[in-house]
């Protein structure tokens, strides 16, 4: 069988404390792989990456044979990082010339300045952005460089002083240049921005985390994570997000085709609430229901986004046993619908009953995978889990 | 009760309130009725303005300090158009309205990657912004002479001079931004607000762009608030750069937190209360007193704060209605 997320030597490190080490691991599609590790192993750090919450320092991780970490090299990271800062210092200059245009008849003026000091503080964010590799960066940096060459066409052709007054006193570029080089570019960048998903695809940028959603990767949190304020009907709702399409258009006209989706995704929702056993529940607010309705409301959500892959944060912290055995039903019942399921847990009941498979991480280094049996037999796991005098107690 | 009836079918209720606006211009006043219209066509037009910034702050969960500022742009366009190309308020309307979404969205791409905070001060900068290139480039508007002569709106040829006129207008403005509001409001868009407002992390792993949503909040936001300065330019006929200060934004956070954040009804409550709440005050207090009738707004949301932190009307009970009727259609 092919494995649906197959992520190879994935490592991630904050700062100088390394939380993965080359972790290398596979789910195979309609599986159920278990992660399991003491308190801190880095487990949550791993779905983290996995949803691009966080970027991998290395390595990669490939969901239906796609990357989802896109590989920069080590050479046009450099390059970029030059780019960024002459992008910079072409601002810097920019600015002289800009504030040169308004001497003729004020020297000073505050809005300018202001208007300066934005212009660079945006500058500045961006060369972050464009160092991390963000698509938004690239974008917008597209608008200044297009400004900055209209700027400077301008500046060019209009070398003499008195050529910046024009009629009345008021300077042509005043009005012309900084709005049409901003407003201009920026309906480029509008367009940019509609053909991204597209350019991401080709180029490799980052996916953000409401990408890889698209892409069928859902989650749960470790921490329960609903729109607590919103009733129990909405919060689904919100899941489907990624399968509905309707826009502002749609929302203000109640166009034909935007209320068939909304009644589509109603009749969806309930279904969706019903697999969880929570359809009597669904007109309270979310935020009024008990612990394990909770949980079970969050996996209902992570699923109405139809993913390929579920990602299960501990479900079954804080059930009791009746509780956790429902949930293993619930779990079993989603694979049978033919969703892959990556689950982190520290109940081993849970775990042994479900798991297909299990890796177990300590201190961010993947230190044993296998059955359950295996696992639970494995001396190695045993010291992680209770400390290295329990074996040979044992022994 | 005899209210009960009423309580549960909101939409009777709010016919009522419909037709109660309507009749209001005919409801014998005493002597000073027009004053008392001027004072409703104030409050209904912060009414508007409330609804507008609510989509920021009450649904996105941003705070916005810089509403003002597209009051500010959306009046002078108007203005502007009026006195250079004497266009009609229908075509001023949405061009105003184009023009403050622009500016919400040259804004708001690159400063919504901000968080709380931070953003707050960025919009709080933009409304200085906008005041200080009305006050200082006398070529486009004058500064701080404002634009006076600003033709009244005409319906169909005929001028609006009277104050029920404008009282209906701004009524049937009303009408409009309320109705986007709350399609907006129960659609995936309005979804998605309240989700980034919920839990930004939650929403992105949901499949929402947060950047995306946010700035189409902003910009909407924006033009509501340019549509209500259209109207005021239009009905007011004189502009002045004073008259959209940093005040003003606040005024209009404060009829929403009064409200409820996030609940349409408490917003418009918030406005119809609070507003109007000047002029009684100004005829209440003695003599003396009467500049310190702002004293007292602060007094009220003191004591909010204390007895009802979260509003008139309170989001959370908003949506447990919203909910509670959304089953009662499914039973249906």
Known sequence: ?395 | MALQPLKQNPRVFFLGLVVLAILLPWIPMGASSNYILRILTTAVLYMILALGLNIVPGFTGLLDLGYVGFYGIGAYTSGLLAIHYDLSLWVILPLAALNGALWGTLLGAPTLRLTGDYFAIVTFGFSELVVLVLRNELWLTRGPMGLPGISPPSVFGHPLTRDWEFFYLILLLLMIVLLVVTRLQDSRMGRSWFAIREDEIAAQCCGINLIKYKVTAFAISASIGAMGGAFYAKWFKFIHPDMFKFWESILILCLIVFGGMGSIAGTMLGALILIPLSEVLRAVLPQGLINARYLIYGLVLVLMMRWRPEGLIPFERAQAKKARRAQERLKT
């Open chain 1, 1 to 395: 069988m092919k494995p649906i997320l197959k992520v190879t030597k994935l490592s991630k490190s904050f700062g100088g404390l390394s939380a993965l080490r080359e972790i290398s691991l596979e789910a195979t599609s309609g599986q159920i792989v278990g992660i399991i590790g003491p308190n801190g192993a880095g487990k949550t750090t791993l779905f983290n990456c996995f949803t691009s919450l966080y970027y991998p320092t290395s390595g990669q991780i490939e969901f239906q044979d796609r990357s989802i970490v896109p590989e920069v090299s080590e050479a046009k990271m450099k390059l970029v990082k030059r780019c960024a800062v002459l992008f910079f210092i072409l601002g810097l200059t920019w600015l002289p010339l800009f504030w040169s245009f308004f001497l003729p008849h004020t020297f000073f003026k505050v809005e300018l300045v202001l208007l300066g000091v934005f212009i660079l503080s945006i500058r500045f964010l961006l060369i972050r952005g464009l160092v991390r590799f963000q698509i938004w960066a690239w974008g917008l940096m597209f608008v200044f460089l297009m400004s900055d060459l209209c700027f400077a066409a301008w500046w060019l052709t209009h070398p003499s002083s008195s050529g910046y007054l024009i009629g009345t006193g008021i300077s042509l570029g005043y009005v012309a240049c900084p709005w049409g080089t901003v407003a201009g570019p920026f309906s480029i960048y509008l367009i940019f921005q509609l053909l991204l998903r597209k350019i991401r695809q080709l180029y490799g940028f980052r996916l953000g985390p409401d990408a890889i959603c698209d892409l069928g990767i859902a989650r749960t949190f470790q921490n329960i994570r609903l729109f607590f304020n919103l009733s129990v009907l909405d919060n689904i709702k919100i899941g489907f997000h990624v399968q509905m399409h309707s826009g502002l258009w749609g929302a203000i006209f109640r166009t034909k085709a935007q209320r068939e989706e909304e009644n589509l995704t109603e009749t969806e929702a309930l279904k969706c609430l019903r697999l969880v056993g929570l359809e009597d529940r669904a007109f309270d607010l979310a935020g009024a229901l008990a612990y394990g309705e909770q949980r079970r409301l969050e996996i209902a959500r992570a699923l109405a986004s139809k993913p390929g892959l579920l990602l299960l944060d501990e479900p079954a912290a804080g059930m009791n046993a009746q509780e956790s055995s429902q949930l293993i039903r619930l779990i079993l019942k989603i694979r049978e619908k033919g969703v892959t399921v990556l689950i982190i847990e520290h109940d081993m009941k849970v775990m042994m009953n479900l798991a297909d498979r299990i890796y177990v991480l300590d201190y961010g280094v993947l230190i044993a995978k296998g059955t359950p049996d295996e696992i639970r037999a494995n001396p190695k796991v045993i010291e992680a889990y209770l400390g290295g005098g329990a074996v040979h107690a044992e022994a």
